[in-house]
């Protein structure tokens, strides 16, 4: 049973380049989310969804684009990077996203944009 | 918005307690605490609901205190795996769970 798993585990990015940051979950969960974190600032939630089709905002989703085909998958686009997005990337999913659900968390994307 | 904890840091010998408050401003639905140790990926410790419940998990545990808006997570006889950032995770009935800054613990011999 893999979880949630994230790909790639570690990216380097010029400013202005675009990528896509990969995560699927095996679980059936219909809730899936992207954290960003960035040291002394906690996990912020960049983009969640409730299930395919649906997606909305997190506290910081500027730079970063989201869509959900399919209840698996849930990539995290930057259209183009900036230093500011250097940070560690975590995807998170629960099987409802109910306020009584517990979040699993990949291993973590980390992005350095120079 | 965030919510507060605190300690941002505390060190404590093998044994001793700890106690992490997190504090809302915003009416609460729910509580949750993960951990993370260095390197890794946060892990679920327990979630707390609105009612005021108190849960335990080991020697870790937590209340909820609904007409505060904040919670507690108590470590007892602490141990050095329990080494690491603490993070409370509050949600307000809108399906985001929001994160505070985190504390981080460490435990020495």
């Known amino acids: 049973n893999a979880g949630v798993t994230q790909t790639p585990k570690f990216q380097v990015l010029k400013t202005g380049q675009s990528m896509t940051l990969q995560c699927a979950q095996d679980?059936?969960?219909?809730?899936m989310s992207w954290y960003r974190q960035d040291p002394g600032m906690g996990l912020r939630l960049i983009h969640y969804?409730?299930?395919?089709?649906?997606?909305d905002q997190g506290e910081v989703p500027n730079g970063y684009n989201v869509s959900r085909s399919t209840t698996e998958d849930f990539p995290l686009r930057l259209l183009s990077a900036a230093p500011s997005q250097t940070s560690v990337y975590f995807c998170?999913?629960?099987?409802?996203?109910?306020?009584?659900?517990?979040?699993?968390f990949g291993s973590g994307t980390q992005l350095s944009v120079l | 918005q965030q919510p507060v904890q605190s300690p941002q840091a505390v060190i404590l010998r093998e044994g001793e307690d700890a106690v992490i408050n997190c504090s809302s401003s915003k009416a609460l639905y729910s509580v949750h605490w993960y951990r993370q140790k260095h390197g890794e990926a946060p892990v679920f410790l327990m979630i707390l609901l609105k009612g005021g419940e108190q849960k335990g998990h080991d020697k870790i545990s937590a209340s909820f205190n609904e007409k505060k808006q904040q919670s507690s997570l108590y470590l007892t006889a602490s141990q050095l795996s329990y080494s690491g950032t603490y993070f409370c995770?509050?949600?307000?009935?809108?399906?985001?769970?929001?994160f505070g800054t985190g504390t981080r613990l460490t435990i020495i011999p």
């Open positions: 995770g509050t949600e307000w009935g809108n399906e985001k769970l929001t």
């Open positions: 679980m059936n969960h219909e809730y």
């Open positions: 969804s409730v299930g395919a089709g649906i997606t």
């Open positions: 998170a999913s629960s099987y409802s996203g109910g306020h009584a659900e517990k979040l699993f």
